[in-house]
């Protein structure tokens, strides 16, 4: 599932992030070719929804796009809730602003059990993560206290019955960090990731794809 | 209906699933719009196919539409309009979850039930149709206009609207789930504004309502 209902205003382009031109391409184009071994994608979608349907269409003409009418007065759960909704298994999500690694991401495909991905903190504005244990076997325990230099990229792995039950709690009114809080501790997976959420993130984005771009191929 | 979820062996609340399948017919079911295919086999395709096309758009009020293009084709003998029905395809993977699902299921469709009747009980769901005065093999005129929009109003539980119309988008915005379906072309301007979810490939609408 990739969330592209934001209007990315703090990207200041205009347009909203899965739109915006990495390399040549939209970003959102970036993700679906790491996702083309993935048999169901789902798209969340909100401002500037039919252009974005059109970008992703081209590409993946089976993919399901749910929309978040409320998209500019909601937080990121409303969004994770929407794409959620009929999902059988577990949901792999992430932000249509994020950048992963595609060897990490298929990691992510094999990890057994809800999991989260974890980077070195680089966003402007991150949400911290506390990560215990080593070698293999860590866990984020909490969001936002920083000290360990780490945050959650937005990456995350949990059955969707998990997220209805939130949407039914009313626990999806917030950021989704603030709606997995409860649910903590849960499997930290280190992934190689870039957010775009503004200017700056966007040029160190770019610096950081250029000599790796070929994965995604 | 409910469903009952569970996560880390307990079980969560259950919550609520979709009672009722509500069908647009006309290049939604069927791959085709049907009544420029009669308009085609009678040679009357072009007047007929840009009244479609506006109405499609939501330029000119479905009743009205309906009733100038039922005029033009009620020339037509009924058991010729129902031959030419018969032979448009159905979508299979549609055709599939219908039978699979034929208790949940309802076509919701601006159609004459003199012309279609054949192909729905093929398909064997309830059906919700405008309706027209048949004498003989001739079709005198139009009794009643479907109101799609008025047709949610008589389920209790939970619906699903899937559709591809401007004439769904009221049925649409009444509905827990509305599907923007483009499947035979793109779906009408507007619906995206109501629809829960948009799709275009039949075999992942099928994944999703079964999963609802």
């Known amino acids: 599932m990739i969330n592209c209902a934001g209007e990315g205003r703090r990207l200041g382009l205009g347009s909203t992030k899965a739109?915006?031109?990495?390399?040549?391409?939209?970003?959102?184009?970036?993700h679906l070719r790491m996702l083309?071994?993935?048999?169901?994608?789902?798209?969340?979608?909100?401002?500037?929804?039919?252009?974005?349907?059109?970008?992703?269409?081209?590409?993946?003409?089976d993919a399901i796009f749910a929309f978040n009418h409320d998209y500019a007065t909601t937080g990121t759960a409303a969004s994770l809730a929407k794409g959620c909704r009929g999902a059988t298994g577990d949901v792999i999500s992430l932000d249509g602003d994020l950048l992963v690694h595609p060897a990490d991401f298929?990691?992510?495909?094999?990890?057994?059990?809800?999991?989260?991905?974890?980077?070195?903190?680089?966003?402007?504005?991150?949400?911290h993560a506390?990560?215990?244990?080593?070698?293999g076997s860590t866990a984020v325990v909490g969001f936002n206290e920083v000290g360990d230099g780490l945050e959650w990229t937005g990456l995350l792995r949990v059955p969707g019955a998990l997220v209805e039950e939130a949407e039914a709690g009313h626990a999806t009114r917030g950021h989704v960090f603030e709606m997995l809080a409860p649910h903590l501790p849960m499997q930290a997976l280190h992934v190689r990731a870039r957010e775009i959420d503004t200017p700056a993130d966007y040029d160190r984005a770019l610096e950081w794809l250029a000599p790796i771009a070929h994965h995604w191929s | 209906m409910l469903k009952t979820l569970a996560y880390r062996g307990r079980p969560l609340a259950p919550t609520r699933t979709v009672e009722r399948f509500l069908f647009d017919l006309d290049g939604t079911i069927t791959r085709q719009e049907i009544l420029p295919e009669i308009a085609r086999a009678?040679?009357?395709q072009d007047e007929i196919a840009a009244l479609t096309r506006r109405t499609m758009a939501g330029e000119l009020p479905f009743e009205s539409s309906l009733r100038r293009r039922v005029e033009i084709l009620s020339q037509v003998p009924v058991s010729e309009v129902?031959?030419?029905?018969?032979?448009?395809?159905?979508?299979?993977?549609?055709?599939?979850?219908?039978?699979?699902?034929?208790?949940?299921?309802?076509?919701?469709?601006?159609?004459?039930?003199?012309?279609?009747?054949?192909?729905?009980?093929?398909?064997?769901?309830?059906?919700?149709?405008?309706?027209?005065?048949?004498?003989?093999?001739?079709?005198?005129?139009?009794t009643s206009v479907l109101d799609k929009a008025v047709v949610a109003a008589d389920y209790d539980g939970a619906i699903c609207v899937v559709g591809d119309g401007y004439n769904d988008l009221g049925l649409m915005a009444a509905a827990d789930y509305g599907v923007a379906y483009g499947g035979v072309h793109a779906p009408a301007p507007g619906l995206y504004d109501v629809a829960s979810h948009a799709?275009?490939?039949?075999?992942?609408?099928?994944e999703l309502l079964s999963a609802l």
């Open chain 1, 130 to 135: 506390r990560v215990v244990g080593e070698n």
């Open chain 2, 82 to 142: 129902r031959r030419i029905v018969a032979g448009v395809e159905i979508d299979p993977h549609i055709a599939d979850f219908l039978a699979a699902h034929r208790d949940r299921c309802t076509i919701v469709t601006g159609n004459l039930d003199a012309w279609i009747a054949d192909l729905v009980a093929t398909l064997g769901v309830d059906c919700r149709s405008s309706t027209a005065l048949v004498l003989g093999d001739r079709l005198i005129g139009l």
């Open chain 1, 19 to 30: 739109l915006v031109s990495v390399m040549g391409e939209p970003l959102i184009a970036w």
């Open chain 1, 106 to 127: 298929d990691a992510f495909l094999g990890a057994p059990r809800p999991c989260l991905g974890v980077a070195p903190a680089t966003t402007t504005h991150a949400v």
């Open chain 2, 199 to 206: 799709i275009f490939d039949p075999e992942r609408l099928c």
């Open chain 2, 42 to 44: 009678v040679g009357m």
């Open chain 1, 36 to 61: 083309r071994h993935v048999d169901d994608v789902v798209v969340v979608v909100g401002y500037q929804a039919e252009q974005v349907i059109g970008a992703v269409r081209a590409l993946r003409p």
